[in-house]
């Protein structure tokens, strides 16, 4: 039975998230849909990452397995004529060994953030920015963003409903970039918790808008407490830009 990569792309905002949920259309169902619809077989996709709703994805990963065989490239194109209406875009289908698998086999994950900091209104970016007219001190927020990196117990910028097993992770990156008036935060790990990213981008917010410090920052991590975070960032401006194999 060929098993098949698939890299894709989706604006999260119509979704309420990857995971097939019963509260509304997911990306996993919309795909999974999609494989029904070409070969009649109903088979579970599976993701390399549970992005939450609105979140969106420029190279999210999955793999399904189908007893058809398909050239990967006729593949690819059924998949995407079937999903549309949907804003999702399968980029590519390969066929891979049986061994691979999307979410256990990725060893490192990619994430984007992107901030507006601008007063003019948004148009062509609504729902794939926040939009934050303060000015925010990104020097400040990079120089902060360091006492997060490396391993760490990150309870306090953990959802009250992650299932992970632990609250430990390895932040290899998280740089605050800005270029004009977009202001980008880049951060890499092998996992995230639920929520993280979002989490650390409200609290060093908080740093740019001059309400926190550096070591205030630090203090939150330290705490382990939910209660500790700032702001949780909206899904909007959140991006998964890479899974590495």
Known sequence: ????????????????????????????????????????????????????????????????????????GRFRDGLNAHLRPHPIGVLSADIVPDTFEARFSARKRHYRYRISNRRANLAIDIGHVWRLPRPLDTDAMHQAAQRLVGKHDFTTFRDTECQAKSPEKTLEQLDVIRNGDEVDIITSARSFLHSQVRSIVGSLVWVGEGRWSADDLAAALAAKSRAACGPVAPPDGLYLVRVDY
């Open 1 to 72: 039975m060929p098993r098949y990569k698939l890299i894709i792309e989706y604006d999260g905002a119509p979704f309420c998230g990857w995971q097939l949920q019963d509260n509304g259309a997911s990306v996993q169902g919309a795909l999974e849909n999609a494989v029904k619809a070409i070969c009649g077989e109903q088979v579970r996709v599976h993701g390399a990452g549970r992005t939450d709703a609105g979140v969106h994805a420029l190279a999210q990963v999955a793999h399904c397995d189908i007893e058809k065989h398909f050239v990967p």
